[in-house]
């Protein structure tokens, strides 16, 4: 059973720095995308970054030049560096890995962790 849970979450002062983390686990082979989403209270989820397994990255316009995602492929890892956090990161963070190599093949659909809580505050 595929399973994805993030770890780095907490409170930050404005311009401070957080490293969120999301481990993919269950047998996993290959995952071809990774996403880092977030939802800010109130609002719709949106799509952070992504990076797919040959390192091609795409983030929000929002976050660019802020924020950077990178993966561990041998650990089906990805990270998400986030520096000069601003009030307005503040959201619960959501990883997502699409395309899963198990051993039974691929599975094309999303899988979801259960999220890391981010709270940009002074």
């Known amino acids: 059973q595929v399973q994805l849970a993030e770890s780095g979450g907490g409170l930050v002062q404005p311009g401070g720095s957080l490293r969120l983390s999301c481990a993919a686990s269950?047998?996993?082979?290959?995952?071809?995308?990774m996403r880092w989403y977030r939802q800010a209270p109130g609002k719709q989820r949106e799509l952070v970054a992504a990076?797919?397994?040959?390192?091609?990255?795409n983030y929000a316009a929002s976050v660019k030049g802020r924020f950077t995602i990178s993966r561990d492929n041998a650990k089906n890892t990805v990270y998400l560096q986030m520096n000069s956090l601003k009030p307005e990161d503040t959201a619960v963070y959501y990883c997502?890995?699409?395309?899963?190599?198990?051993?039974?093949?691929?599975?094309?659909?999303?899988?979801w962790g259960q999220g890391t809580e981010v709270t940009v505050s002074s």
């Open positions: 990076m797919t397994e040959d390192g091609v990255t």
């Open positions: 997502n890995g699409y395309g899963v190599l198990v051993a039974t093949g691929w599975r094309y659909h999303d899988y």
């Open positions: 269950g047998g996993i082979f290959s995952i071809n995308v």
